[in-house]
């Protein structure tokens, strides 16, 4: 069997449909394996998007995603996207093309060290030969996906196609010409970069207790949450990943404590649950300070840190955090159980009471959804989301851009029955557009929305092409103000002028349409009603250009 045989149909048989990405030359006779095989080359506008389509098609499927790049610049391109796998927890497998090995370190056209570029920015890089190739793929797929889940990056060398495998093995299936050297050792492989996941990030940090792998709840933590009579929940985005929403939402029916979340987490309860009282981090959210202040245990259930670290936030209260793997965090006296979701519950259920807080995260709730709303006037980002809920139907699909409107969206947006994706791991414009087109291609016929800033549509607006040319059923609203609000805010926060961060006066598109993708450009939530339902209607890929009035932004993003 050929390299690009058997890579074909190891991801086909792992349930990969689908590999996004731009090829180079040496790309062909893997794209044709792959188009064999029966998954589909998906070509976008730019690498990054590729890698954010990988990473969004892993969220919503459960199947490891795939994207792909040429040499130097492609690579340089899909690293970006391949960041946000590592910084959101998504698995994805990463295929660059490198130098064959007699040019490995010599001057050649489009090329630098893959292997380096991609060592920070996935859990393990590896470069694959005839011999490593079972060993490299089937290691990358499992380490892709063991917690927290993440990018794998792997290079192919531009004259390994057409080779012969040395054992195509496949796991769980009689293994063709099997040799005792196929199995994954934890030594290195010649040619192979051994995988650095297996790290503790937490181990010989002072302070803190790291208890692993046990149901039963160790001592001290036990006495904590026995005696706790104002516990808060802080639920995060391990939580929201392995689907622990549901034996939450169960827990809490007899322990009424109030859940505070991240903003990747927003939809882990529904939004009228009486126990959940906001999002931090994001709009108002200082609101959260009083019944935060008012604790007297914190329980992190799957709070990854990396959207909001607890030093950020928490006061000094004693800290009970249980998640898939050991963190980082530095809290003096932090208690972390490492274990999986069920077992979280199963620890905490038979100590654990009441809260006597409950009502005051109800009243913090209403606090916060009542501040958004209470100087909203004229045509502004509220009104136009408001407009967006109110239309939508509950099982509708969104995605997020980063700046202003995404504080706004995840403080706001009510999940209902559908999906909000977001990245807030790593944080990058531009992930909007590609993460819907990736939804729209992922789902089942749903609506799909795209939210974005103008700053964020921009990066990646090429992106329309690929939208249009799969015929996607696709609405993308750019909340148009003109400029980098963030960033204006922050600027704000300094006492210094606007400055950089204007990306247009009047209209962004100045045409009604872009890409052959009609535009709506709408300035009141009358326009905004009518263009909605159009869109819905009308089906294809639509844009709404809602221009909205910033300036509400200031009173609503907290600073951080
Ligand atoms: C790739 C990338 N570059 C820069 C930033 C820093 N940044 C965060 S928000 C923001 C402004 C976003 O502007 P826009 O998309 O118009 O949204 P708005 O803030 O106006 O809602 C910037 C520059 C980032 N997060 N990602």
Avoid at 519 to 544: F, N, P, Q, W, Y
Wanted: contains cysteine; aromatic residues 6%.
């Amino acid at each position: 069997m050929k390299i690009e045989e058997y890579i074909a149909e190891r991801l086909r048989n792992e349930g990969v449909r689908k590999v996004f990405g731009i090829p180079g030359g040496p790309s062909i006779p893997y794209m044709e394996a792959f188009r064999r095989a029966g998954i589909e080359f998906v070509l976008t506008g730019h690498e990054a998007s590729a890698a954010v389509m990988a990473d969004v098609t892993a969220r919503l499927t459960g199947v490891t995603g795939v994207c792909h790049a040429t040499f130097g610049p492609g690579a340089v391109n899909l690293a970006s996207g391949v960041g946000g796998a590592l910084l959101d927890r998504s698995p994805v497998i990463a295929l660059t093309s490198e130098l064959p090995d007699a040019w490995l370190g010599r001057t050649a056209q489009m090329n630098i060290d893959n292997q380096a570029l991609f060592s920070p920015l996935t859990k393990a890089t590896f470069r694959l030969s005839a011999e490593n190739a079972a060993e490299v793929v089937n290691r990358s797929l499992e380490l892709a996906t063991e917690e927290y889940p993440g990018p794998v990056h792997i290079g192919l060398p531009s004259d390994l196609a057409g080779t012969e495998v040395f054992n195509s093995f496949f796991p769980g299936k009689e293994a063709r010409g099997r040799s005792e050297e196929a199995t994954v050792s934890s030594g290195a492989t010649p040619g192979v970069i051994p995988g650095k996941a297996a790290t503790d990030p937490g181990s010989g940090l002072s302070g803190k207790t790291l208890i692993s792998g046990s149901g039963t709840m160790h001592g001290r933590a036990g006495v904590l949450i026995a005696s706790a009579r104002r516990p808060l929940i802080a639920v995060g985005l391990t939580a929201m990943r392995t689907g622990a929403g549901q034996t939450l939402v169960k827990f809490l029916v007899k322990h009424r404590v109030p859940v505070v979340v991240t903003p990747m987490a927003r939809g882990v309860i529904p939004s009228d649950h009486p126990c959940f009282a906001g999002v931090l981090f994001h709009a108002l959210s200082d609101r959260l300070g009083r019944l935060v202040k008012a604790a007297d245990l914190v329980i992190g259930l799957g709070y990854d840190p990396v959207e909001y670290n607890f030093e950020s936030w928490l006061p000094e209260v004693p800290l009970v955090h249980f998640d898939t793997r050991p963190s980082d965090i530095r809290i003096k006296g932090a208690i972390e159980i490492v274990s999986t979701p069920d077992r979280w519950f199963e620890s905490l259920g038979p100590l654990m009471g009441s809260s006597e807080m409950t009502d005051l995260g109800e009243e913090v709730r209403k606090d916060i959804i009542n501040g958004l709303y209470a100087k909203a006037s004229g045509f502004n980002p509220v009104t136009a989301l408001s407009v967006l809920r109110e239309v939508l139907p509950a099982g509708t699909t969104v995605t997020a851009d980063v700046g202003s409107h995404l504080h706004l969206l995840g403080q706001m947006w009510d999940v209902m029955s559908g999906r909000l994706l977001m990245t807030n791991g790593w944080s990058s414009m531009g992930f909007g557009l590609p993460a819907a087109i990736a939804a729209a291609m992922a789902g089942n016929g749903e609506p799909v929305v795209c939210i974005t800033g103008d700053g964020g549509f921009v990066m990646h607006a090429g992106e329309i092409l690929t939208a249009r040319r799969h015929g996607l059923n696709l609405i993308t609203v750019v909340l148009s103000d003109g400029e980098l609000n963030l960033i204006r805010i922050k600027q704000s926060w300094k006492n210094v002028n606007p400055y950089g961060i204007r990306l247009c006066n009047g209209p962004l598109f100045g045409a009604n349409s872009f890409l052959g993708a009609e535009v709506m450009r709408v300035t009141d939530a009358g326009e905004m009603h009518s263009a909605l339902r159009k869109a819905l209607r009308s089906g294809g890929c639509m844009i709404i250009e809602a221009v909205v009035d910033p300036s509400l932004y200031n009173d609503l993003v907290v600073r951080s």
